[in-house]
T-cell receptor, first 111, second 112 residues
Framework: GIQVEQSPPDLILQEGANSTLRCNFS?????LQWFHQNPWGQLINLFY???GTKQNGRLSATTVATERYSLLYISSSQTTDSGVYFC?????????????FGKGTKLSVIP | DAGVTQSPTHLIKTRGQHVTLRCSPI?????VSWYQQVLGQGPQFIFQ???????GRGNFPDRFSARQFPNYSSELNVNALLLGDSALYLC???????????FGSGTRLTVV
């Protein structure tokens, strides 16, 4: 099956700093989503981005499908950005109904 | 519109027991998926149902089963519970034109 690797596994930032999270995947995808999991376990959908670039406030994401990676940018980080960020992909073709998740990046933003 | 709702939010069961978890998708969404997330890991795919038919199954034993009802809500059943079944169980729904999956808040199952 498709493999998803996220980096870095852990990240500690000072409030106000910027960061880039990376997601590499091993095969063609027809779905790619970035999620933020809060301390209560809720998975919040940040972006649906199988290709291209999107922005939403301080967050933006870029997926280069031909090179099989996606980046999530967080600017001017806030303590409320803390949590685990997951990249999840749906492989093209058979099995496209399921999302395969990476192991996540745990972000801690300190005041 | 309400999001994806799951019940119960927390559950404690004893080894060997059976458990039923419930999920109501976003109104109009016909696809429901179930995921298991153990502590420190990303969610793992268990099942997907679309129009009441199973469309996909992950690498889970036959103790895990699910079904989808005519109103598109879904149940996940786990028999003969093991300690290793302790996890957060997440339900997700997707509409025909929706871009991506929306997840519920999950059911945290503890097996003792």
């Amino acid at each position: 099956g498709i493999q998803v690797e996220q980096s870095p596994p852990d990240l500690i930032l000072q409030e106000g700093a910027n960061s880039t999270l990376r997601c590499n995947f091993s095969d063609s995808v027809n779905n790619l989503q970035w999620f933020h999991q809060n301390p209560w376990g809720q998975l919040i959908n940040l972006f649906y981005i199988p290709s291209g670039t999107k922005q939403n406030g301080r967050l933006s994401a870029t997926t280069v499908a031909t090179e099989r990676y996606s980046l999530l940018y967080i600017s001017s980080s806030q303590t409320t950005d803390s949590g685990v960020y997951f990249c999840a992909v749906g492989a093209s073709g058979a099995g496209s109904y399921q999302l395969t998740f990476g192991k996540g990046t745990k972000l801690s933003v300190i005041p | 519109d309400a999001g994806v709702t799951q019940s119960p939010t927390h559950l404690i069961k004893t080894r060997g027991q059976h458990v039923t978890l419930r999920c109501s998708p976003i109104s109009g969404h016909k696809s429901v998926s179930w995921y298991q997330q153990v502590l420190g890991q990303g969610p793992q795919f268990i099942f997907q149902y679309y129009e009441k038919e199973e469309r996909g199954r992950g690498n889970f034993p036959d103790r895990f089963s699910a079904r989808q009802f005519p109103n598109y809500s879904s149940e996940l059943n786990v028999n003969a519970l093991l300690l290793g079944d302790s996890a957060l169980y997440l339900c997700a729904s997707r509409g025909a034109r929706a871009y991506g999956y929306t997840f519920g808040s999950g059911t945290r199952l503890t097996v003792v």
